[in-house]
C-alpha cells in the first residue's frame, strides 16, 4: 500500500494517493488491536492446526511473561483417518520432546482424548504441573483463533508455492521423461569447458536431481591431457575422469552417498548436438556403461532449440517449465565452470595459448583476439588470412597455424 501511495504521488494522482493512506492508517488500527497481550503474566503456548486432504500447518505462539515473543510453524503429514485432535496430541508429543521450554499453560483449539497423558508427560519434562486448555470464549479463545487463522493462511500459501515449485521441478522433469521416452528419470547431469583461448581449460559436472540443483555432488576438473582450445578431447577426458572414479569407487564398495561419484545419472545432458553427444557416447562404450545421452541443441543466436536424442532431433516448446529447466541446467554449468577458471586465472593476469607460440608477442597476441575474437576462429583460418592480420608476418602466421594443427 505505500509503494503504491507512493506512486500514485509522484503521478500526481493525490485524490488516489490519499485513499492508499487512509488504507494504511486502517490497516495499522487493526494490526493494533490485534496484538497479543496476556494480563495474566504466565508463560503460555498458543497452538492450532489447519488441515485439508493431505497436509497440516501447525502454528504456535510463543507468550511467555503475559507478551507474546514469537511464533513459528510447522508442515505436517497426515493420514486419511486422522482427525484434528489426534494430530494436536502427536504434534504436542513430537514437539516438546525436542524442546528445552516447556510453558505453565497449553492452549489448543480441540479436546484432546488423551489429554491426562500428555499433561503428565510435559509436567514431568517441565519439572511442575502444566495444563492443557480448551478455552471456549474470550480473549483466550481468540488467541487460539488468530493462532487457526495464522496457520490457514500460511497453509493456503505454500499450497501454491508447492504446486508452482512441483511445476518447475517434478513437473518440468516429468515433461523430459516423456519428450525423450525415458520413464522415471530423476538425475541429470551435464558438463561444460571453461578456458581463455585454450589457456588453463577446466570443466565443470553439475547435477540436478528431481529438478532442483544438487550442489553437493558438483565436480570440478582441471584439463591435464589436452593443450590448447579442443573442447571435444577436453570433454572427454572429463568425463573418462568422472565415470572411471565412479567405477573405481564402485568397486571398492561405497556407498551412494550425497557427493559420491557412485551415483551415475538417469540422463546426461551435453550442450550440445551431435558432436558433444557422441563423445559422450564414446567415453560410456569404453566404459562399459548404458546411460542416455541427451544433446542440448544451439540456434544460430546460441540459444537452445531442441534436444538431440537417438540419433534425432526433438523440438520442445520454449515456453515450457521443461525448457526453462534445461535453460536453468545450462546456465549452472556454464556458471561453475567459468566461477573455477576465474579462480585458476588469478586477479592479475589473463593468459592465452598464445603465449606458448613462438613469436607471438603481447601486440600479435592482441590483433589476433581483436580479429578473431574466439580461439575457433583462429583455428578456422589460413596462413594467409592470418599473415593478413595487423603486426603479422607470413613466418607468424605459420607459426599458430601449426601449433593449432597440430596433432
Not at 249 to 276: C, H, L, N, Y
Not at 332 to 347: D, N, P, V
Not at 359 to 365: E, S
Request: net charge negative; glycine share 8%.
Amino acid at each position: 500500500l505505500t509503494a503504491k501511495m507512493n506512486a500514485a504521488s509522484e503521478n500526481l494522482e493525490f485524490e488516489k494517493a490519499a485513499g492508499y493512506r487512509d488504507e494504511i492508517e486502517a490497516v495499522k488500527m487493526c494490526v493494533q488491536k490485534q496484538k497479543i497481550t496476556d494480563t495474566g503474566g504466565e508463560d503460555r503456548d498458543i497452538l492450532a492446526i489447519a488441515m485439508d486432504r493431505e497436509d497440516a500447518c501447525a502454528v504456535v505462539f510463543f507468550i511467555r511473561g503475559g507478551r507474546m515473543i514469537g511464533r513459528d510453524h510447522f508442515f505436517l503429514s497426515i493420514r486419511d483417518d486422522q482427525d484434528k485432535a489426534e494430530l494436536i496430541s502427536t504434534f504436542i508429543q513430537q514437539f516438546y520432546s525436542g524442546t528445552p521450554f516447556v510453558p505453565k499453560e497449553l492452549f489448543v483449539q480441540s479436546e484432546l482424548p488423551d489429554q491426562k497423558v500428555l499433561e503428565d508427560f510435559l509436567s514431568e519434562k517441565k519439572g511442575s504441573a502444566v495444563h492443557i486448555v480448551t478455552p471456549k470464549r474470550g480473549q483466550k479463545e481468540k488467541l487460539v483463533e488468530l493462532a487457526w487463522k495464522n496457520a490457514s493462511m500460511i497453509l493456503t500459501k505454500d499450497r501454491e508455492r508447492i504446486k508452482r515449485e512441483e511445476g518447475r521441478t517434478i513437473g518440468a522433469m516429468k515433461e523430459l521423461s516423456d519428450i525423450l521416452g525415458l520413464p522415471g528419470i530423476q538425475r541429470m547431469e551435464a558438463y561444460d569447458i571453461s578456458n581463455t583461448m585454450g589457456y588453463q581449460s577446466v570443466g565443470s559436472m553439475v547435477v540436478f536431481d528431481h529438478g532442483k540443483p544438487l550442489r553437493n555432488d558438483y565436480r570440478k576438473f582441471r584439463i591435464k591431457t589436452v593443450e590448447g582450445p579442443n573442447d571435444y578431447a577436453s570433454m572427454k577426458e572429463v568425463l573418462t575422469r568422472r565415470f572411471t572414479h565412479g567405477l573405481e569407487e564402485k568397486a571398492e564398495g561405497e556407498s551412494e552417498d550425497t557427493g559420491s561419484f557412485t551415483r551415475f545419472p538417469d540422463v546426461i545432458m551435453m550442450d550440445g548436438g551431435r558432436g558433444q553427444v557422441n563423445i559422450a557416447l564414446e567415453v560410456l562404450n569404453e566404459l562399459g556403461l548404458d546411460i542416455p545421452v541427451c544433446g542440448m541443441v544451439k540456434d544460430d543466436h546460441h540459444r537452445t532449440r531442441g534436444l538431440f536424442f537417438n540419433n534425432k532431433e526433438l523440438p520442445i516448446d520454449r515456453s515450457s517449465e521443461c525448457f526453462k529447466l534445461i535453460t536453468r541446467l545450462q546456465d549452472e554449468a556454464h556458471r561453475f565452470a567459468i566461477e573455477y577458471h576465474r579462480s585458476l586465472r588469478g586477479k592479475n593476469q589473463v593468459k592465452s595459448f598464445l603465449d606458448d607460440i613462438p613469436g607471438i608477442g603481447p601486440t600479435r597476441r592482441k590483433a589476433l583476439m581483436k580479429k578473431y575474437v574466439t580461439a575457433e576462429a583462429i583455428r578456422a583460418a589460413s596462413v594467409e588470412d592470418l599473415a593478413g592480420t595487423d603486426s603479422m608476418n607470413e613466418k607468424a602466421a605459420q607459426e599458430v597455424y601449426d601449433y593449432l594443427h597440430k596433432s
